[in-house]
């Protein structure tokens, strides 16, 4: 053999012993992550469940990979991500906060586990047969949001014990959680002799005209539910809810942290950690079948007393002391 014809040889089998050792090599697990909103609004929320994947042995980028699909809060963009992540063969879907997401993910897929966090019964919605024993390859977490409904009109009446009429701003979209939350808030606010006016904001264009209308009605104070489109929007509703005068309640503390007047309800980044457990479970081989989904049982109460007082309230003591945090 010629020895330039040796060389090209030696190269040849070079490069062929390197593709065979790639393919030998383990492939590390990979983890689709699916949420109907922009990255930069949930930047903790994804660094609690990448805390919650490497209490399971999973760190990202050492020994699993992490494909994340952003809609921007394009909801119809969700089918189309949802099934680039089953021909990726990602190892587990995650759709965290957004029914539609959820929604989307199940249509995309029967076999590939699915991991959710949702504020809504999932067996309502036809995603798990119960909870204790989901049956299909779907589980994840919920949150106590809508069984919280009544206790949000409790605190806010609280704060401002003179109103009388209270706003309530839903997201008619939302069909699967706004019919709860109207029945629920609806329902309280007539054992407390409070008159209630529904208001609707189908995105973020419609926030003035809601606050415009929330005055004309003479509501004294707002509720707002838990909605994919007001978490992503936390920021300017704490903003017109002190631009409007309007003392508020969500069920995060996110917005207190915005400026809002006051939260009630499950820590969302806790929510998220437990998904990231559960997704790390599966990824070693346990089936969302025998997975119970999780029910986020802990609450905080959160009032901003600076808020409190641009507003011109008097936090009563007995609420500030049954309060989790007090920011100043």
Excluded at 237 to 245: D, E, H, R, V
Excluded at 294 to 321: D, H, S, Y
């Amino acid at each position: 053999m010629r020895r330039r014809e040796f060389i090209t040889f030696l190269g040849g089998s070079a490069v062929a012993w390197s593709r065979t050792a790639r393919a030998q090599q383990p492939t590390q697990p990979v983890v689709g992550f699916l949420r109907n909103a922009r990255p930069d609004e949930a930047a903790h929320l994804v660094a609690a469940f990448r805390k919650g994947l490497s209490e399971t042995g999973y760190v990202e980028g050492r020994n699993v990979l992490v494909e994340y699909r952003w809609t921007g809060g394009q909801t119809d963009r969700l089918p189309s991500m949802a099934a680039e992540l089953v021909n990726r063969q990602v190892n587990v879907i995650v759709a965290l906060g957004s029914t539609p997401a959820v929604r989307a993910a199940k249509a995309a897929t029967t076999t590939i586990p699915i991991v959710f966090m949702l504020g809504t019964d999932p067996v309502e919605l036809g995603l798990v047969t119960s909870l204790n024993h989901p049956g299909g390859n779907l589980t994840g977490v919920i949150n106590l949001n809508l069984q919280l409904a009544q206790k949000w009109l409790e605190i806010l009446h609280e704060l401002t014990p003179a109103t009388t009429a209270i706003a309530l701003l839903v997201n008619p979209a939302n069909l699967a959680t706004t019919e709860g939350y109207i029945r629920e808030i609806e329902a309280a606010a007539g054992r407390m002799g409070l008159k209630i006016h529904i208001l609707h904001a189908n995105n973020a264009r419609d926030f003035d005209m809601v606050f415009t209308s929330a005055r004309e009605r003479g509501a004294g104070a707002l509720v707002i539910v838990a909605d994919l489109l007001f978490i992503s929007n936390i920021d300017r509703l704490a903003a017109l809810s002190l631009l409007n005068s309007l003392p508020a309640i969500f069920p995060f503390r996110e917005f207190v942290a915005a400026g809002g007047l006051a939260s009630y309800g499950t820590n969302l980044a806790e929510t998220y950690h437990l998904a990231g457990v559960y997704t790390g479970r599966i990824v070693k081989g346990e089936k969302p079948a025998d997975l119970p989904v999780q029910q986020a049982t802990r609450v905080e109460l959160i009032i901003n007393l600076k808020t409190a007082r641009m507003l011109g309230l008097n936090v009563a003591p007995a609420l500030l002391v049954r309060a989790d945090e007090v920011i100043e």
